[in-house]
RNA sequence: GGUGGGGUACCGAAGUGGCCAACCGGGGCAGACUGUAAAUCUGUUGGCUAACGCCUUCGAUGGUUCGAAUCCAUCCCCCACCA
């Protein structure tokens, strides 16, 4: 906590989308460097779909520089919201998670979670703590600390309202279970992505009106995902968890889109564009990047470099140099990968020794059925060592540690026993 | 409570008696191309079958018919509007 104010600000308002507000969090720093008191910063997450992604960490990354700065992360894991889920995005109605099943995503949430926050530094805490006791009477007054106006404030409902789509009253409790999370661990900032503003700004008012001093609110951008243009999400597909392996993760981040290196270095790496990353800038191909910065690599070479960083910091730099390799071999020069799922195919299962080339790829995991299989063989996807197989009806002999490949990604090792 | 509109494959959405395993778009998968698992183009996308063909699927159940996703009945669910 020895950083002077003005360079925490710095550091706290770096990459952030909205701030309510900068002169209101100086004002807490301040008091917290007198008082010798670390702010106390909240981050509220859904245990309901336990993989943390690059999306995630976008927000983590700024909760671990509250950290470095001293500060303490509550970490609030919405047991009680998962229970009746989330519906932001119109999404149906989720199936209210067990009690075993809570625990053990808020375990598996955790793992992933300190990857990034310093344990030590961290509170966590389930809102079932103080919301799954509360009395119907409790709820009513809560809830008439809000009123109807000021949630239809809310961009989404007043869209949804307008187009008279259906918006159904847990919608709007939702903001005000998460506004109660403030006022219960009195949070002096909240952090979140820009999608969860008006639920944090309702935290504001909640505090303010039960006598509390309103928590600033900080939000930071979405990632897109790998698509490019959506934001990164689970159900969408388009992410890349913190736990995948070092091979899928590099493989996925080789995959967005040019324009997006810079955005990831920035926002996962949590860095700006320093020097190392300054060659990681959506330019045209093969054009300098920056004006007076010598930087002729090529694009493919610098998203080497970004898929590698980012591998390193979740699975350490010899993985990362790894994945880079692995994937080389594999896409660029179209070999065959140095590990690959081994699958047992006992003699007993063969006819003289041989196998239907469908029958191989399901059996390999390879094809879901054998119409799935046929069509791979059909569309030319199907390699066993190193022929390619485009009759269906072929009966192999498959010699033992054969390697079956089916599409560019999906490799097999078949032995006998 | 009343009125009206709906429930179709992973999602969106056509189809209103046989030509429907079901147009089209998205997504997925595959091929070509590529620095790339990007973009683009092409193909493919219920199951069984070498194939002919067969089987299961259009909210549920029952019925009409030679024949139904399409018609009838009952039921379940969703949505909007007016109270």
Redesign the pocket.
Known sequence: MNTPIDRQLDILAARSVDLVSRAELRRKLETAAAAKRPLRVKYGADPSAPDIHLGHVVGLNKLREFQDLGHTVVFIIGDFTGMIGDPTGRSETRKPLSRDKIAENAKTYQDQVFKVLDRAHTEVCFNSEWCANMTFENVLKLSARVTVAQMLARDDFQKRFQE?????IVEFIYPIITGYDSVMVEADVEVGGTDQLFNMLVGRDLQKSFGLEPQVVLTLPLLEG???VRKMSKSL??YVGVNESP??M???I?????ALMERYAALVLGRPACNAMRSIAGRP?KEPSLPGVKDER???QV?DELAQTIVARFHGPAAAVAASAE?ERV??EHKQPDEMPTVVIPMAQRKDGKL?V?ALL?AAGLA?????A???IQ???VKVGETKITD??AELAIPEGSVVQ?????FARIVSA
Do not use: Y
């Open positions: 008279k789509q259906s918006i159904s790998l698509d490019g597909g388009n091979r899928e590099f493989g996925k080789m995959s967005i889109p040019d191909e090529h694009p493919r998203k994937f896409f660029s239907g469908m399901v879901e059925s054998n119409g799935a046929r069509r791979l569309q030319g996807a269906i009806t089916a599409g560019k990604r999906a």
